[in-house]
């Protein structure tokens, strides 16, 4: 099945703890994407790859990272989490530029305490 | 300011009933994207346009692009308790550089009463 997946889908941690959040897509897409969303506030895009080894800032990149070795992952790191960067993350891939059909994972809510 | 505009914020609708979701660029228009969320989940595509005029329709829903007017329209005829969730409109749209990808609306949330 074709799809994109998110792990954790859920996280609650500390303030400083470093975590990661693992996206991985299965349809050898060359694009792929973060975003959070809050509310009032809607899907603001974090980071973004257009191809293996070529990532860019989105929107709102302070605070997070991302590394793209494989075609596959596209990792969000938050090197130290602060409760602002608490949300709803959601990975997301398309075949060439996100101009594109992008297709979502299913979501990781992150609490930071 | 929101590049992309959504109305209503939120729209409680008794089954049955037929609804418009509107969607207003304050930018030029490349394509735009209709997906559906239900609430805390992933997001769903329903419907891409790129050409003004262009009309798709799927299932009961209908979403009409008019490229002069910048906007997007989103139609349900015969709301059923399965249309509930949130309906999000993304878009292509000329920033001047910066992040690629879809630029989002914040969302209609969409509650259907039996």
């Known amino acids: 099945e074709a799809q994109v997946t998110q792990n954790p889908r859920y996280l609650i941690t500390v303030t400083g703890k470093k975590l990661t959040v693992t996206c991985s897509q299965n349809m050898n897409h060359e694009y792929m994407s973060w975003y959070r969303q809050d509310p009032g506030l809607g899907l603001r895009q974090i980071y973004y790859?257009?191809?293996?080894?070529?990532?860019d800032k989105g929107d709102v990149p302070e605070g997070y990272k991302v590394s793209r070795k494989e075609k596959r992952n596209f990792p969000l790191i938050l090197e130290s989490p602060s409760p602002n960067q608490t949300s709803l993350y959601f990975c997301?891939?398309?075949?060439?530029?996100?101009?594109?059909?992008?297709?979502f994972g299913p979501g990781t809510r992150l609490t930071v305490l | 300011s929101q590049e992309l505009e959504q109305s209503p914020q939120s729209l409680i609708v008794q089954e049955g009933k037929n609804l418009t979701i509107n969607c207003t660029s304050s930018?030029?228009?490349?394509?735009l994207y209709w997906y559906k969320q239900k609430y805390g989940e992933g997001l769903i595509f329903l419907m891409m346009?790129?050409?003004?005029?262009e009309e798709k329709s799927h299932e009961k829903i209908t979403a009409k692009l008019d490229e002069k007017k910048q906007q997007s329209s989103l139609h349900i005829t015969a709301s059923q308790p399965s249309h509930a969730g949130i309906y999000l409109c993304?878009?292509?749209?000329?920033?001047?550089?910066?992040?690629?990808?879809?630029?989002f609306g914040k969302g209609t949330h969409l509650i259907i009463q039996p």
């Open positions: 993304g878009a292509v749209l000329d920033l001047g550089g910066g992040a690629d990808g879809l630029t």
């Open positions: 346009l790129q050409k003004g005029g």
């Open positions: 997301a891939s398309s075949f060439t530029t996100g101009s594109n059909e992008q297709f």
């Open positions: 790859s257009m191809n293996v080894e070529v990532t």
């Open positions: 930018k030029t228009l490349y394509g």
